[in-house]
């Protein structure tokens, strides 16, 4: 039992290395591609309830910030490259999403500022925030998300990154948004 305990702790702790590693190529590189391939990785360790804990242990709401931290270059002209950014951010808060209950206050002063980066993208106004439910939101699986995003529907992230945001902060325990 304690071997299996340092074991998912250490995986824990690759993982996130491996996140930011991963972040840090894309910065130097402008693009997602590091990123994306170690994404179904993280979705996979996310979906385990054994590896949450190590997982926010070892600091994984830091290495979420870090990939969030890219935005589109032009939301009225769409490349490729926005696409695959939407995509990223959208599935990213989707499985903050699911780690979000077991966040404690501690957890995210840690993140170094995962808890206001999503509080403002909650905040932020957009132009078309009347025009309905955004597609993407957090509460849709997260292929829907990537088939929209990969449609070329740019033009609705900042909605959609609003909306995602917003189910995050509402998934979170309210003593931890309190204490910040």
Same mark, same amino acid.
């Given at each position: 039992?304690?071997?299996?305990?340092?074991?998912?702790?250490?995986?824990?702790?690759?993982?996130?290395?491996?996140?930011?590693?991963?972040?840090?190529?894309?910065?130097?590189?402008?693009?997602?591609?590091?990123? +994306?391939? &170690? $994404?179904?990785?993280? #979705?996979?360790?996310?979906?385990? /309830?054994? !590896?949450?804990?190590?997982?926010? *242990?070892?600091?994984?709401?830091?290495?979420?910030?870090?990939?969030?931290?890219?935005?589109?270059?032009?939301?009225?002209?769409?490349?490729?490259?926005?696409?695959?950014?939407?995509?990223?951010?959208?599935?990213?808060?989707?499985?903050?999403?699911?780690?979000?209950?077991?966040?404690?206050?501690?957890?995210?002063?840690?993140?170094?500022? +995962?808890? &206001? $980066?999503?509080?403002? #993208?909650?905040?932020?106004?957009? /132009?078309? !925030?009347?025009?309905?439910?955004? *597609?993407?939101?957090?509460?849709?699986?997260?292929?829907?998300?990537?088939?929209?995003?990969?449609?070329?529907?740019?033009?609705?992230?900042?909605?959609?990154?609003?909306?995602?945001?917003?189910?995050?902060?509402?998934?979170?325990?309210?003593?931890?948004?309190?204490?910040?």
């Amino acid at each position: 039992m304690e071997e299996e305990a340092a074991r998912v702790e250490a995986a824990a702790g690759l993982l996130v290395h491996q996140m930011h590693h991963a972040a840090a190529l894309d910065a130097a590189t402008h693009s997602t591609d590091a990123r +994306l391939r &170690l $994404l179904p990785t993280v #979705a996979t360790h996310l979906r385990d /309830a054994h !590896a949450r804990a190590p997982l926010l *242990r070892r600091g994984v709401l830091g290495a979420i910030r870090r990939w969030l931290r890219a935005l589109p270059q032009s939301p009225a002209q769409p490349t490729a490259g926005d696409n695959a950014i939407v995509r990223l951010h959208l599935t990213t808060l989707a499985l903050a999403e699911r780690i979000a209950p077991f966040v404690s206050a501690e957890h995210l002063r840690a993140s170094r500022g +995962l808890g &206001l $980066l999503l509080l403002r #993208a909650a905040r932020s106004v957009t /132009a078309g !925030a009347d025009r309905g439910p955004p *597609r993407g939101c957090a509460h849709q699986d997260s292929r829907s998300m990537n088939h929209s995003a990969s449609r070329g529907d740019v033009g609705s992230h900042s909605q959609q990154l609003r909306e995602s945001a917003q189910s995050v902060l509402r998934a979170m325990p309210p003593a931890v948004l309190t204490m910040q």
